[in-house]
């Protein structure tokens, strides 16, 4: 069986995915004051990234742990009801692209997934 990877459509897709989830994380008032000071440009590559190796795409990611890269977050106050609406703001965005629903839900699967260690518990 393809990998989530290969059936969301690999590079091209994460990419175009990535872009439009941060232009909808940047305009919902729930998350956006998170990235005030982050250079968003380094961040969409993290991400991209990311979710390559995560949805079992070429393994590429060099960034922080969950847990590590998500403290200062925590600090400032990150809790469930924000990443509620992260992935929230993913699914919408993989579904604006077309994804299969089963796929949009393995998507949230794998996001929950590391939800207490992006919430530091």
Known sequence: MASL??????????????????????????????????DMEAQAAKQKSFLTMVFG?????????????????????LDDSHVDAIV???????KELGVADSDIAEVAGIANSVRDDVLNR
């Not at 897709?13 to 956006?32: G, M, Q, T």
């Not at 795409?57 to 106050?77: A, C, F, I, Q, S």
Request: aromatic share 10%; charged share 30%.
């Open 57 to 77: 795409g070429p393994n590429n990611y060099t960034g922080m742990d969950m847990r590590e890269g998500h403290k200062h977050l925590v600090e400032r106050g």
């Open 5 to 38: 990877y290969e059936r969301l459509g690999g590079e091209a897709a994460v990419d175009a995915a990535v872009d439009i989830f941060y232009r909808k994380v940047l305009s919902d008032d729930r998350v956006n004051g998170f990235f005030d000071d982050v």
């Open 88 to 94: 929230e703001l993913l699914g919408a965005t993989l």
